[in-house]
């Protein structure tokens, strides 16, 4: 049976449990992007930075025509709110399984779902929210504080703050040295209370929910990140926890959510679960997810395609992700052995970027970005929007 084609807003992690249904790939993704050297993707559609939403939206409807309704998938912020705050137009060429629009506003904006939390009662931490200019903060502050900025657009704070995703301030005179880099940042801050422990104790519940309103899902846990205070996850882990998954349903039940949605927590040192943030989108987890046996993108596929649905099984706990920037993060924890690092790295039964079955984003990586787009691949084409708002296919670099 030829199913129809995902357009897959994401990376490999995304791309790889489709694959693995049989779902052939195109990729939406930077010029140069590893996930367009998969030998899962039999196309790209490239999305550069500087592109306005409003004339990707045209790409991706132009590069749909003629298709039997591909499925529509996103796996970042950015490609969550194209596609909800242009879902009408894309829902003349695609498929897709999303979030209230209204509610995806609220999720993504830091501020808004501290305040929606409020009203339904969920259990998030004190947070304040402010904007540092000349060197002025609030005096109420709930110290020790995470500083986050307001959303995920959050332009120089990367480079400010070496690539970390938040920053602690453990008290007032903390704040003071880190002011001069938050206000060159130039944009509102959430200073959320601090809850004790490392990034490990960050837990996820992961989540498709049908139109009917079943959860078919699977929970799991953090092992490191980079940087390792604050960063990106590097290792991930699949867990067993009961309390994570009766909340993170409870959390989704309460908030009316559809689709694809990550939940995460974190443990305090008394063994009680915070609510971090919700993500109505697919994210990284997933290809873990279905290594464990349950493969949601799978699933959503076959529920908007009318394919038959994927074998699930129970998540099997104890499966293991990886991404290649572990070995930093693992060089930089000194309780991790080189021994440990390398025994887990050979265990791991999924790595980002890293498959025998499909070396091309790995050997890829090795060269230059100028190598990589003067080369040209035969095998695997581009969809590019020509002048007239129609659509040529085009060779991409070689794997």
């Not at 590097?234 to 694809?260: C, E, I, K, P, Q």
Request: hydrophobic residues 40%; neutral net charge.
């Amino acid at each position: 049976m030829q199913w129809p084609r995902a357009f897959v807003l994401g990376n490999l992690d995304l791309v790889q449990p489709l694959a693995e249904a049989g779902v052939e790939c195109v990729a939406v993704a930077p010029p140069g992007s590893p996930v367009t050297r998969s030998r899962h993707v039999s196309a790209t559609v490239p999305w550069p930075e500087d592109v306005p939403d409003e004339e990707m939206v045209a790409r991706l409807c132009a590069a749909a025509a003629g298709e039997a309704a591909p499925v529509l998938y996103f796996g970042t912020d950015r490609a969550l709110l194209l596609v909800s705050r242009h879902r009408d137009q894309l829902a003349s060429s695609f498929r897709f399984s999303i979030a209230e629009a209204e509610m995806v506003e609220e999720l993504v904006d830091k501020p808004r779902f501290r305040a929606l939390a409020a009203r339904i009662g969920l259990p998030v931490p004190p947070s304040v929210t402010f904007r540092p200019v000349r060197g002025e903060v609030p005096e109420d502050l709930p110290y020790p504080c995470m500083l986050k900025p307001r959303t995920r657009d959050i332009g120089p704070w990367v480079e400010l703050f070496q690539r970390r995703k938040a920053v602690l301030a453990r008290d007032a005179a903390h704040l003071g040295r880190l002011l001069p880099r938050l206000v060159a940042a130039d944009q509102e801050i959430v200073a959320q209370a601090f809850i004790a422990g490392p990034e490990s104790r960050i837990e996820s519940y992961h989540a498709y929910v049908a139109p009917d309103g079943e959860q078919i899902w699977f929970t799991g846990r953090k092992l490191r990140t980079w940087p390792p205070e604050y960063g990106n996850s590097t290792a991930l882990t699949t867990s067993d926890s009961d309390d994570v998954r009766y909340l993170g349903s409870r959390v989704v039940t309460r908030l009316g959510l559809r689709g694809a949605v990550k939940v995460d927590f974190k443990r305090d040192p008394d063994g009680c679960l915070w609510l971090l943030e919700v993500n109505p989108r697919f994210s990284l987890w997933h290809n873990l997810g279905a290594r464990a046996g349950v493969n949601l993108p799978a699933l959503v596929h076959a529920d908007l395609s009318g394919t038959p649905r994927p074998v699930i099984t129970e998540a099997r706990p104890g499966l293991t992700w990886m991404h290649p920037h572990d070995v930093l993060a693992a060089w930089a924890d000194p309780a991790v052995t080189a021994a440990a690092w390398l025994r887990f790295a050979a265990s791991c039964d999924c790595r980002s970027s890293l498959a025998w079955d499909d070396p091309g984003p790995a050997l890829g990586g090795l060269f230059s970005r100028s190598r990589r787009t003067s080369q040209h691949d035969p095998t695997q084409h581009e969809l590019v929007a020509n002048d007239a708002g129609s659509v040529d296919l085009q060779h991409v670099g070689g794997r």
